[in-house]
């Protein structure tokens, strides 16, 4: 099947108008040349026709038609980003416009945009914590679970630090199989939360993180002044005392976290957005082995087209012919 690279067909037919109209002007103008010499011109048309046709080429050319696919080895330097995302009530929260989950959303898709040739996966939390998708180099897949999160997802309870780490912890220490031991990988853990934790002490996760590798990049969504939790039927998520629950970002654990892996912390409010130091900070990171895979690409002709648009060319120029001939 027949496809195209760069398909700018508005583009493509505003520059081939534009060559019809040299030819036609270059055309006149040698009619109007022969007739001042009371002459008429001969053998213009094969070469109007040569010097169209070269131009239709290099324009087939430029938009790089393309035959079918061709399987291509890609290295990639074995680096893991998985991406935690806070989906507690706490979440819905407005003091970070939309809402709190919403500008996160918003900034982690950016982010995967960023990671080609990478291995993403997705861990949701609360509560409790779930692997939403699993490593892998599919961006589109990982954009479409991105854009599905939502703080329905887990039952509702106290948010816990502890337990998307334990999660991910549990993965980084499986022992390679027997016969197929798979290469080190660099491993960061991007952590997105308004900071709230009501779970256990994190110091021997922490710790046991550390010995990994891996490192603990974090983004504090939210205000220290905070927000109410709205209900979705315009009232508020209420304390014991019937008084509406302000929820405000929490920077000590998220700071702890980074600190302690080498990871780096950022800020994600209305007025700040760190995700641009923390996506830098991500891409410097190096991963420590180098592995091969094949992509499937698209196989290019652009060649053909080209190579039989300069051989017209090249005739139009060696060959000459007697345009006015009195």
């Not at 109007?48 to 131009?55: I, K, P």
């Not at 000590?252 to 995700?275: H, R």
């Not at 130091?277 to 091969?292: K, N």
């Not at 499937?296 to 007697?322: E, F, W």
Request: proline share 6%.
């Amino acid at each position: 099947m027949l496809t195209w690279a760069y398909p700018d067909f508005v583009a493509a037919m505003l520059v081939l108008a534009l060559v019809l109209g040299l030819l036609g002007w270059h055309w006149r103008r040698g009619g109007r040349l022969a007739h001042l010499l009371g002459s008429r011109p001969r053998q213009r048309g094969w070469k109007a026709v040569l010097r169209l046709a070269a131009g239709g080429l290099l324009l087939a050319a430029g938009l790089g038609p393309s035959l079918g696919v061709s399987q291509r080895p890609v290295r990639t330097a074995g680096k893991d980003v998985w991406l935690l995302v806070d989906v507690s009530r706490s979440m819905d929260a407005t003091d970070v416009a939309p809402t709190r989950l919403l500008r996160a959303q918003a900034e982690l898709q950016d982010l995967v945009a960023q990671f080609p040739a990478d291995r993403l996966g997705l861990v949701v939390f609360g509560a409790e914590a779930v692997v939403q998708c699993p490593l892998t180099y599919d961006q589109a897949a990982v954009q479409t679970f991105i854009a599905t999160l939502r703080t329905s997802l887990l039952p509702a309870g106290p948010t816990t630090l502890q337990a998307p780490l334990e999660l991910l912890l549990s993965r980084l220490t499986v022992a390679p199989s027997a016969g197929s031991p798979a290469p080190p990988r660099a491993t960061a853990l991007v952590v997105v939360s308004d900071g709230e934790d009501f779970g256990e002490n994190l110091e021997p996760t922490l710790r046991a993180l550390g010995r990994t590798g891996a490192r603990v990049y974090t983004v504090g969504v939210g205000t220290a002044a905070g927000g109410k939790i709205p209900k979705g039927n315009g009232s508020f998520v209420v304390d014991g005392r019937g008084r509406a629950v302000q929820t405000r970002l929490r920077e000590g654990p998220l700071l702890q976290l980074a600190a302690q892996t080498g990871g780096q912390y950022a800020e994600l409010t209305n007025q700040q957005n760190g995700f641009g130091p923390l996506l830098r900070s991500l891409q410097a990171m190096q991963g420590t082995a180098e592995q091969v895979r094949t992509v499937a690409v698209a196989d290019n002709r652009y060649r053909y087209p080209l190579a039989a648009a300069l051989l017209l060319l090249a005739l139009d120029v060696l060959l000459t012919v007697t345009i006015i001939r009195p």
